[in-house]
């Protein structure tokens, strides 16, 4: 196996790209915050680059991709990357040296836990949510990981297909934020108080810096340089760009003028939709997909209000909604004639693989939340999951990190 140095240059960039989208999503969900709570929001991702990272070296990654256990976690022989070295593993990438495919995939998980934050923005206490961080990326990312993408894995050996991360990261944290914010409630004068974002120039800078990184999350899943990756790449853009104006003109519709945090939201729910199906469909179909999901996305953030549900950032809505629609799109749009290793959907004359993709959403949907559920119950009861009355009123910032985002 020899490798392929302009494939390993994409890998290395693109994994830099996925790394950006962490600061990116910081800043994303930084601006929609009020101001007293901007730093410890952006901190909350933040802090993950450290945590998820050394997780990741010393046992997440040979839990995600390591040989396989009972076909739904890998064991522990990579552990500390024992035996991941310098020389391709052709089971996952045939072109590129393993350690590279393990700090790609190291980026997927870091962004992922770091997401469901924006369900429990401005109430979660921080020494639990470092201990989450841990638990949640090894009782919850890691089997899911290995189940879709791990050699063994059982999804996998029943052909879901997620091309970049609709199920692994996506529903996982979509799902995961839905149970999160059930289990720590409101926020304190919820319902009651206007609780409107203190920045939305910094949320849009975010969600420039989530699209941009996007690139590499996407198009470098293909992890080579080839045209699968540029076909990604265009998917990418084009689903994006269909949904920002989807969810623009609806909200415009409804509301009689468009918004700023709705474009960019429509923005985000068009990338995380795409994320599954980015390899497996045309430009034309990502298009199609766009449009859907800047309409779908809106009415699931909409319909918050009806289930009394304080998900603060609009996380279910955006990544729970548009990722479940995007991997069951890809029963609908996947075409052989894109990616010969995926399938093809309903459109093209073949409908088992919508079932599949349907199975594989409740299932990883179903997982998440109990698991979740559980973990920060656990923590509820052990730690304490909030920060205290008298704390949320004076903000993460002063309460958790004794300091001020601005100074006035």
Known sequence: MKIDANDLTWIMISSALVMLMTPGLALFYGGMVR????????MQSFIALGVITLQWVFWGYSLSFGPDCGHVIGNLSWAGLAGVGLQPNPDYAATIPHQAFMIYQMMFAIITPALITGAVAERFKFKTYIVFLLLWSTFVYAPIAHSVWGMGGWL????TLDFAG???VHISSGISALAAAVVLGHRKNYGHDLLPPHNLTMTLTGAALLWFGWFGFNAGSALT???LALTAFINTQCSAAAATLSWMFIEWYKRGKPTVLGAASGAIA???G?????GFVTPIAAIVIGLCLGVLCYWGVSLKKYLNLDDSLDVVGVHGVGSAFGAIAIGLFATTAVNAAG??????GSSSLLGIQAFSVV????FSFVMTWFILKILQKTMGLRIHGQEEEEGLDLSQHGESGYMF
């Open 270 to 272: 068009g990338l995380a």
């Open 363 to 366: 299932v990883t949907a179903a």
């Open 35 to 42: 101001r007293k709570n901007v730093l410890g929001t952006i």
């Open 343 to 348: 399938g093809n959907g309903l459109f093209y």
């Open 156 to 159: 996998r050996s029943m052909g």
């Open 274 to 278: 795409i994320t599954p199906a980015a």
């Open 166 to 168: 609709g199920f692994v």
């Open 225 to 227: 340089s080839g045209t």
